[in-house]
């Protein structure tokens, strides 16, 4: 079992930046792949990024590409998701999730484990 908890969220203007933080306790961390989602209001949830266990790979949607980053600390559990020239349409509960497999997964049914979320929330 592993327990995930995200914080970081909150209200920035456009063009602005935060970094999503998400601590994971249980098993062991670094055996698994993480990643992020997030989910807009009235939307379904959608894959934003996405790291290989051993962070030598990274993937990312396309909206993502070039404005946000994925990376991991497995010395203190925790990966992590900077975002940058955010845009209202990044208006969502983001997500960590956990996946238990030697590859970088991007489905929402491949993860395993579900953080709560956080919310962000970029103003226009």
Same mark, same amino acid.
């Given at each position: 079992q592993v327990q995930l908890v995200e914080s970081?969220?909150? *209200?920035?203007?456009?063009?602005?930046? *935060?970094?999503l933080s998400c601590a994971a306790s249980?098993?062991?961390?670094?055996?698994?792949?993480?990643?992020? #989602?997030?989910?807009a209001p009235g939307k379904e949830r959608e894959f934003v990024a996405a790291m290989h *266990?051993?962070?030598?790979?990274t993937y990312y949607a396309d909206s993502a590409k070039g404005r946000?980053?994925?990376?991991?600390?497995?010395a203190k559990n925790?990966?992590? *998701?900077?975002m940058n020239s955010l845009k209202p349409e990044d208006t969502a509960v983001y997500f960590c999730a956990a996946a238990a497999v030697y590859t970088v997964v991007t489905g929402t049914d491949? #993860?395993?484990?579900?953080?709560q979320g956080t919310q962000v929330t970029v103003s226009s």
């Open positions: 970081g969220g909150g *209200l920035v203007q456009a063009g602005g930046s *935060l970094r249980g098993r062991t961390f670094s055996s698994y792949a993480m990643g992020w #989602f997030r989910r *266990l051993s962070g030598s790979s946000f980053t994925i990376s991991r600390d497995n925790t990966v992590y *998701l900077q491949e #993860f395993d484990y579900w953080g």
